[in-house]
Protein backbone atom coordinates (compact mmCIF):
# COMPACT_ATOMS: atom_id res chain seq x y z
CA UNK A 1 0.00 0.00 0.00
CA UNK A 2 1.20 3.51 -0.34
CA UNK A 3 3.00 5.56 2.34
CA UNK A 4 0.89 7.84 4.65
CA UNK A 5 1.22 11.09 4.95
CA UNK A 6 -0.61 13.58 7.61
CA UNK A 7 -1.10 17.21 6.80
CA UNK A 8 -1.38 18.89 9.86
CA UNK A 9 -2.98 22.12 8.31
CA UNK A 10 -5.32 22.90 5.32
CA UNK A 11 -2.83 23.94 2.99
CA UNK A 12 -3.34 26.19 0.23
CA UNK A 13 -4.97 23.96 -2.56
CA UNK A 14 -2.04 23.74 -4.81
CA UNK A 15 -0.02 22.06 -2.38
CA UNK A 16 -2.79 19.39 -1.63
CA UNK A 17 -3.30 18.95 -4.99
CA UNK A 18 0.62 18.44 -5.68
CA UNK A 19 0.24 15.63 -3.06
CA UNK A 20 -3.12 13.66 -4.21
CA UNK A 21 -1.98 13.83 -7.65
CA UNK A 22 0.97 12.44 -7.34
CA UNK A 23 -0.90 8.94 -6.79
CA UNK A 24 2.23 8.22 -4.39
CA UNK A 25 1.04 8.77 -1.49
CA UNK A 26 -2.52 8.62 0.99
CA UNK A 27 -3.21 11.78 2.83
CA UNK A 28 -4.88 12.54 5.83
CA UNK A 29 -5.54 16.05 6.82
CA UNK A 30 -6.12 18.49 9.79
CA UNK A 31 -9.40 19.91 8.02
CA UNK A 32 -8.67 23.26 9.29
CA UNK A 33 -7.14 26.33 8.48
CA UNK A 34 -8.68 28.40 11.51
CA UNK A 35 -7.75 26.06 14.32
CA UNK A 36 -4.71 24.38 14.90
CA UNK A 37 -4.89 20.42 14.90
CA UNK A 38 -4.92 19.90 18.99
CA UNK A 39 -2.02 18.52 20.15
CA UNK A 40 -3.41 15.41 21.45
CA UNK A 41 -5.31 14.60 18.40
CA UNK A 42 -1.78 15.09 16.48
CA UNK A 43 -0.33 12.30 18.69
CA UNK A 44 -2.85 10.31 17.79
CA UNK A 45 -3.13 11.10 13.95
CA UNK A 46 0.41 10.70 12.93
CA UNK A 47 0.77 6.69 14.47
CA UNK A 48 2.24 4.93 11.74
CA UNK A 49 2.95 8.01 9.36
CA UNK A 50 5.65 7.38 7.03
CA UNK A 51 5.72 11.55 6.55
CA UNK A 52 4.27 14.43 7.52
CA UNK A 53 3.54 17.63 6.46
CA UNK A 54 3.09 20.47 9.30
CA UNK A 55 3.35 24.37 9.80
CA UNK A 56 5.05 26.03 12.48
CA UNK A 57 2.27 25.92 15.04
CA UNK A 58 3.40 22.21 15.58
CA UNK A 59 6.40 21.37 17.69
CA UNK A 60 7.58 18.70 16.07
CA UNK A 61 10.06 17.51 19.02
CA UNK A 62 10.77 14.17 20.96
CA UNK A 63 7.16 13.58 22.39
CA UNK A 64 5.97 13.96 18.66
CA UNK A 65 8.42 11.73 16.87
CA UNK A 66 7.86 8.66 19.40
CA UNK A 67 4.47 8.88 18.96
CA UNK A 68 4.82 8.94 15.04
CA UNK A 69 7.54 6.16 15.37
CA UNK A 70 9.99 4.43 13.55
CA UNK A 71 8.14 4.39 9.84
CA UNK A 72 8.34 7.92 9.92
CA UNK A 73 11.61 9.14 7.24
CA UNK A 74 10.21 12.20 6.48
CA UNK A 75 9.13 15.73 7.40
CA UNK A 76 8.29 18.97 5.46
CA UNK A 77 7.42 21.73 6.86
CA UNK A 78 6.07 24.48 5.30
CA UNK A 79 7.88 27.57 6.45
CA UNK A 80 11.66 28.84 5.96
CA UNK A 81 11.79 28.99 9.86
CA UNK A 82 12.91 25.74 12.13
CA UNK A 83 12.41 26.65 15.46
CA UNK A 84 9.37 24.73 15.76
CA UNK A 85 11.34 21.73 14.73
CA UNK A 86 14.00 19.49 17.55
CA UNK A 87 16.50 19.03 15.16
CA UNK A 88 18.36 16.90 16.24
CA UNK A 89 15.76 14.72 17.39
CA UNK A 90 15.17 14.44 13.86
CA UNK A 91 18.62 13.86 13.05
CA UNK A 92 19.04 11.40 15.90
CA UNK A 93 16.18 9.31 14.13
CA UNK A 94 17.54 9.46 10.83
CA UNK A 95 14.60 11.53 9.34
CA UNK A 96 15.50 14.01 6.77
CA UNK A 97 13.48 17.49 7.11
CA UNK A 98 12.78 19.81 4.09
CA UNK A 99 11.20 23.30 4.38
CA UNK A 100 10.78 26.17 2.00
CA UNK A 101 13.03 29.28 1.87
CA UNK A 102 13.36 31.35 -1.42
CA UNK A 103 9.80 31.31 -2.73
CA UNK A 104 8.72 33.51 0.14
CA UNK A 105 11.66 35.91 0.14
CA UNK A 106 9.72 38.17 -2.42
CA UNK A 107 6.71 38.33 0.00
CA UNK A 108 8.64 38.67 3.16
CA UNK A 109 11.12 41.32 2.08
CA UNK A 110 7.82 43.64 0.61
CA UNK A 111 5.91 43.47 3.69
CA UNK A 112 9.08 44.15 5.74
CA UNK A 113 9.42 47.43 3.64
CA UNK A 114 5.57 48.08 4.76
CA UNK A 115 5.60 47.62 7.90
CA UNK A 116 9.14 49.54 7.86
CA UNK A 117 7.61 52.42 6.26
CA UNK A 118 3.95 52.17 8.55
CA UNK A 119 6.23 52.39 11.75
CA UNK A 120 8.25 55.34 10.35
CA UNK A 121 5.92 57.50 9.28
CA UNK A 122 2.97 56.53 12.09
CA UNK A 123 0.46 55.27 9.39
CA UNK A 124 -1.48 53.08 11.92
CA UNK A 125 -1.99 56.39 14.33
CA UNK A 126 -2.68 58.79 11.25
CA UNK A 127 -5.67 56.74 9.82
CA UNK A 128 -6.55 56.27 13.52
CA UNK A 129 -6.58 60.43 13.89
CA UNK A 130 -8.02 61.13 10.92
CA UNK A 131 -10.82 59.03 11.41
CA UNK A 132 -11.95 59.79 14.69
CA UNK A 133 -11.99 63.27 15.06
CA UNK A 134 -8.39 63.90 15.73
CA UNK A 135 -7.55 66.17 12.50
CA UNK A 136 -8.48 69.38 13.48
CA UNK A 137 -6.03 71.26 11.17
CA UNK A 138 -2.85 70.66 8.85
CA UNK A 139 -0.22 71.15 11.75
CA UNK A 140 3.47 71.50 11.25
CA UNK A 141 5.06 69.08 13.22
CA UNK A 142 1.72 66.81 13.90
CA UNK A 143 2.45 62.85 13.48
CA UNK A 144 6.16 63.60 12.19
CA UNK A 145 8.40 60.54 11.43
CA UNK A 146 11.39 59.71 10.28
CA UNK A 147 12.73 59.25 6.38
CA UNK A 148 14.91 56.34 4.66
CA UNK A 149 16.29 59.10 2.58
CA UNK A 150 20.10 59.66 4.25
CA UNK A 151 19.32 57.30 6.79
CA UNK A 152 21.60 54.46 7.89
CA UNK A 153 19.98 50.96 7.84
CA UNK A 154 21.16 48.26 10.35
CA UNK A 155 20.22 44.49 9.38
CA UNK A 156 20.92 41.96 11.49
CA UNK A 157 21.40 38.22 9.87
CA UNK A 158 22.20 39.05 6.63
CA UNK A 159 20.44 36.18 4.48
CA UNK A 160 18.46 36.25 1.56
CA UNK A 161 15.58 38.01 3.29
CA UNK A 162 17.85 40.49 4.84
CA UNK A 163 19.20 41.31 1.27
CA UNK A 164 16.36 41.06 -0.80
CA UNK A 165 15.02 44.06 1.77
CA UNK A 166 18.04 46.12 1.24
CA UNK A 167 17.58 46.18 -2.53
CA UNK A 168 13.84 47.27 -1.87
CA UNK A 169 14.92 50.10 0.45
CA UNK A 170 17.96 51.30 -1.85
CA UNK A 171 15.53 53.11 -4.08
CA UNK A 172 14.34 54.72 -0.70
CA UNK A 173 17.96 56.67 -0.74
CA UNK A 174 19.25 54.90 2.22
CA UNK A 175 22.67 56.46 1.83
CA UNK A 176 24.47 53.31 4.28
CA UNK A 177 24.10 49.99 4.83
CA UNK A 178 25.26 47.65 7.64
CA UNK A 179 24.97 44.59 8.91
CA UNK A 180 26.10 42.24 11.85
CA UNK A 181 25.97 37.70 11.78
CA UNK A 182 27.68 35.39 13.20
CA UNK A 183 30.74 35.89 10.14
CA UNK A 184 30.67 38.39 7.33
CA UNK A 185 28.82 37.14 4.22
CA UNK A 186 30.69 39.09 2.05
CA UNK A 187 28.98 37.93 -1.16
CA UNK A 188 25.72 38.75 0.30
CA UNK A 189 27.21 42.13 1.29
CA UNK A 190 28.51 42.75 -1.97
CA UNK A 191 24.92 42.65 -3.67
CA UNK A 192 23.98 45.65 -1.36
CA UNK A 193 27.48 47.10 -0.72
CA UNK A 194 26.42 46.49 2.67
CA UNK A 195 29.52 47.62 5.56
CA UNK A 196 30.34 44.39 8.12
CA UNK A 197 29.78 45.65 11.54
CA UNK A 198 30.06 44.50 15.37
CA UNK A 199 26.83 44.33 17.32
CA UNK A 200 27.19 46.93 19.34
CA UNK A 201 28.31 49.23 16.34
CA UNK A 202 25.27 48.18 14.16
CA UNK A 203 23.56 49.40 17.47
CA UNK A 204 25.01 52.66 17.65
CA UNK A 205 24.47 53.37 13.81
CA UNK A 206 21.53 52.39 12.50
CA UNK A 207 18.29 54.70 11.87
CA UNK A 208 16.56 51.92 10.91
CA UNK A 209 17.57 48.13 12.33
CA UNK A 210 15.60 45.31 10.67
CA UNK A 211 15.75 41.49 12.33
CA UNK A 212 15.91 38.97 9.51
CA UNK A 213 17.88 36.31 11.77
CA UNK A 214 16.84 32.72 12.38
CA UNK A 215 16.07 31.89 15.86
CA UNK A 216 18.88 29.73 17.31
CA UNK A 217 19.82 29.12 21.02
CA UNK A 218 22.45 31.51 20.36
CA UNK A 219 19.72 34.99 18.89
CA UNK A 220 17.11 33.90 21.63
CA UNK A 221 16.54 37.27 23.17
CA UNK A 222 19.67 39.25 21.86
CA UNK A 223 17.64 42.00 20.91
CA UNK A 224 17.25 43.63 24.90
CA UNK A 225 18.06 46.30 26.92
CA UNK A 226 21.44 45.82 26.34
CA UNK A 227 20.99 46.53 22.53
CA UNK A 228 18.06 49.53 22.89
CA UNK A 229 19.79 51.13 25.18
CA UNK A 230 22.66 52.12 22.24
CA UNK A 231 20.42 52.39 20.04
CA UNK A 232 19.34 56.17 18.95
CA UNK A 233 16.25 57.08 20.72
CA UNK A 234 15.30 58.27 16.56
CA UNK A 235 15.94 54.77 15.48
CA UNK A 236 13.21 52.55 14.48
CA UNK A 237 13.23 48.10 15.37
CA UNK A 238 11.68 46.02 13.02
CA UNK A 239 11.46 42.69 13.22
CA UNK A 240 9.97 40.18 10.79
CA UNK A 241 11.77 37.08 12.04
CA UNK A 242 10.72 35.34 15.03
CA UNK A 243 9.28 37.03 18.21
CA UNK A 244 11.90 34.98 20.58
CA UNK A 245 14.73 37.17 19.66
CA UNK A 246 13.30 39.53 21.54
CA UNK A 247 13.39 40.38 24.92
CA UNK A 248 9.54 42.16 25.15
CA UNK A 249 10.04 43.16 28.65
CA UNK A 250 13.17 45.17 27.13
CA UNK A 251 11.28 46.50 23.93
CA UNK A 252 8.24 47.74 26.10
CA UNK A 253 10.72 49.98 28.44
CA UNK A 254 12.72 51.11 25.48
CA UNK A 255 9.66 52.23 23.23
CA UNK A 256 7.58 53.93 26.27
CA UNK A 257 10.90 55.44 27.65
CA UNK A 258 11.38 56.96 24.13
CA UNK A 259 14.67 54.99 23.93
CA UNK A 260 13.79 54.16 20.61
CA UNK A 261 11.17 55.91 18.29
CA UNK A 262 9.47 52.92 17.71
CA UNK A 263 9.09 49.37 16.82
CA UNK A 264 7.25 47.30 13.79
CA UNK A 265 6.67 43.85 14.75
CA UNK A 266 5.46 41.23 12.46
CA UNK A 267 6.68 38.43 15.17
CA UNK A 268 5.89 38.52 18.77
CA UNK A 269 6.20 35.71 22.06
CA UNK A 270 3.64 34.28 22.03
CA UNK A 271 1.26 34.06 19.33
CA UNK A 272 -1.33 35.21 18.91
CA UNK A 273 -0.26 38.14 21.38
CA UNK A 274 -2.70 38.48 24.12
CA UNK A 275 -5.20 41.53 23.22
CA UNK A 276 -4.31 42.77 27.02
CA UNK A 277 -0.44 42.72 26.29
CA UNK A 278 1.31 46.09 27.18
CA UNK A 279 2.91 46.42 23.56
CA UNK A 280 -0.79 46.79 22.31
CA UNK A 281 -1.24 49.88 24.19
CA UNK A 282 1.51 52.31 22.78
CA UNK A 283 1.08 54.39 19.96
CA UNK A 284 4.98 53.67 18.35
CA UNK A 285 4.44 49.90 18.42
CA UNK A 286 3.07 48.37 15.25
CA UNK A 287 1.81 45.01 15.53
CA UNK A 288 1.24 42.63 12.83
CA UNK A 289 -0.30 39.02 13.40
CA UNK A 290 2.46 36.97 11.64
CA UNK A 291 1.50 37.91 7.88
CA UNK A 292 5.10 38.37 6.18
CA UNK A 293 5.24 35.63 3.78
CA UNK A 294 0.79 36.00 3.31
CA UNK A 295 0.80 36.76 -0.26
CA UNK A 296 -1.67 34.19 -2.36
CA UNK A 297 1.22 33.69 -5.00
CA UNK A 298 3.82 32.57 -2.11
CA UNK A 299 1.51 30.87 -0.09
CA UNK A 300 0.48 28.72 -2.46
CA UNK A 301 4.01 28.25 -3.83
CA UNK A 302 5.18 27.55 -0.41
CA UNK A 303 2.82 24.29 -0.13
CA UNK A 304 3.71 23.15 -3.14
CA UNK A 305 7.19 23.50 -2.18
CA UNK A 306 6.46 21.58 1.11
CA UNK A 307 4.41 18.90 -1.01
CA UNK A 308 7.38 17.98 -3.06
CA UNK A 309 10.15 17.95 -0.83
CA UNK A 310 7.69 15.26 0.86
CA UNK A 311 7.52 13.48 -2.26
CA UNK A 312 11.02 13.60 -3.12
CA UNK A 313 12.22 12.29 0.30
CA UNK A 314 9.81 9.63 0.34
CA UNK A 315 11.30 8.30 -3.03
CA UNK A 316 14.92 8.65 -1.36
CA UNK A 317 16.02 11.60 -3.60
CA UNK A 318 17.55 14.89 -2.61
CA UNK A 319 14.47 17.47 -1.47
CA UNK A 320 14.22 20.93 -3.67
CA UNK A 321 15.18 22.51 -0.08
CA UNK A 322 16.23 20.14 2.34
CA UNK A 323 17.71 21.10 5.39
CA UNK A 324 21.25 19.90 6.49
CA UNK A 325 21.01 18.08 9.58
C1 LIG B 1 7.26 32.09 8.52
O1 LIG B 1 7.46 32.67 9.54
C2 LIG B 1 8.09 31.03 8.03
O2 LIG B 1 8.98 30.57 8.76
O3 LIG B 1 7.86 30.60 6.88
C1 LIG C 1 2.06 69.81 2.09
O1 LIG C 1 0.98 69.35 1.74
C2 LIG C 1 2.58 71.07 1.60
O2 LIG C 1 1.97 71.65 0.67
O3 LIG C 1 3.62 71.46 2.13
Same mark, same amino acid.
Given at each position: ?L ?11 E???T?RE ?7 L @? ?14 R ?21 A ?6 V ?11 S??EL ?5 R ?12 A ?24 G??? @???? @??C ?10 I ?10 A ?16 ? +??PE ?19 D ?13 E ?14 I?I???R ?8 L??AL ?20 N ?7 N??I????A ?12 L????L ?6 ? +?M ?6
Open positions: SPRVYVTRQIPPGLKLSGQVQCQ @WDSDDVPVPRQELLQVKGVDALLCVLTEKIDAELLDAGPNLKLSTMSVGFDHLLEKKRGIVGYTPDVLTDSVELTVALLLTTSRRLVEATHEAKTGWGT @WRTL @WLGYELANSTVGFGLGRIGVAIERLAPFKVKKFIYTDVA +PRLASLINAEYVSFDEMAKRSFLAVCCALTPETKICNKDLFSKMKNTSFNTSGGVVNQDDYESTGQIAGAGLDVTVPEPLPTHPLFTLKCVLPHISASFTTRNAMSVAANNLLGLRGE +PIKELKL
